[in-house]
């Protein structure tokens, strides 16, 4: 596929996207958001990929939403442009396959979102995360106000979004923004990595892992447990939870089919 905003390529079960407007510092306007819904789309059905990970163009990975074209808006085209942007990072949320950002440089506003709606977040050690809405005058549009509040807790979101304060990758780790920071060179071999670990276990079970972890924090405990339970239980109809055992069981590594 081609894109007019970013780029697409597969290492082995592992799709990269990259966001590609660096003289822009990969801004998010509604054709690169476009781009994001069709690359999800096309994704979400190529059974070669199993990892996607997601990180922007030279200094940045998404410094925002793209000012220049929200300045002019009203009240409709606003909420409209915010509803759009919130489906796809919720389409990125859902997509029944691990997704990580790399997070390369500036990941504000948008591209904090963008980031947030990931599985799993790996920091360069000169990346800058921020929601600074407040300073333009208006909310996070993309359904920061959510994600933040889930991942950080209620109190330090506020105080993010509230301020519109910038914070650095170690500040981000000690709150619970990013799972792991590297050194600028180490970024993409330490997405590659991880993304790899996962690929070479069961996708099946990586797969509903995932359905039962973003559909059991939206529930309470006890009907969390049970989506757990369902798929826990749909599991021991694969061939792979048969091939995983029989192979530890045999000592070697196993040979999933997805199946």
Avoid: H, W
């Amino acid at each position: 596929m081609e894109f007019q905003n970013l780029l697409l390529k597969r290492e082995g079960n592992i799709s990269i996207i990259t966001l590609n407007r660096p003289k822009a510092l990969n801004a998010l306007n509604y054709d690169t958001l476009k781009d994001l819904d069709n690359v999800v789309d096309f994704l979400a059905e190529d059974d070669n990929t199993y990892v996607v990970i997601i990180t922007g163009a030279e200094k940045a990975f998404v410094a925002g939403a793209d000012i220049t074209e929200m300045k002019d808006m009203d009240s409709e085209k606003g909420r409209e442009f915010g509803k759009f942007g919130a489906k796809v990072f919720r389409k990125i949320e859902s997509l029944e396959k691990p997704v990580i950002a790399a997070v390369n440089g500036f990941a504000l506003g948008g591209g904090c979102e963008l980031a947030l709606s990931c599985d799993i977040r790996i920091a360069s050690e000169k990346a800058k995360f921020g929601q600074p809405e407040v300073g333009l005058g208006i909310t996070p549009g993309f359904s920061g106000t959510q994600r933040m509040a889930r991942i950080v807790g209620i109190s330090k979101a506020k105080e993010l979004i509230y301020t519109g304060n910038m914070i650095d990758a170690n500040e981000a780790i000690d709150i619970g923004l990013v799972n792991k920071v590297v050194s600028k060179d180490e970024l993409m071999d330490s997405a590659m990595n991880m993304a790899k670990k996962i690929a070479s276990n069961g996708q099946l079970a990586v797969k509903y892992s995932k359905i039962a972890i973003n559909k059991g924090i939206e529930t309470d405990m006890e009907t969390a447990m049970e989506i757990e339970n369902n798929v826990f239980g749909l599991c021991f109809a694969t061939e792979d939870q048969r091939e995983g055992m029989e192979a530890f069981v045999e000592k070697r590594k196993p040979n999933f089919k997805n199946k």
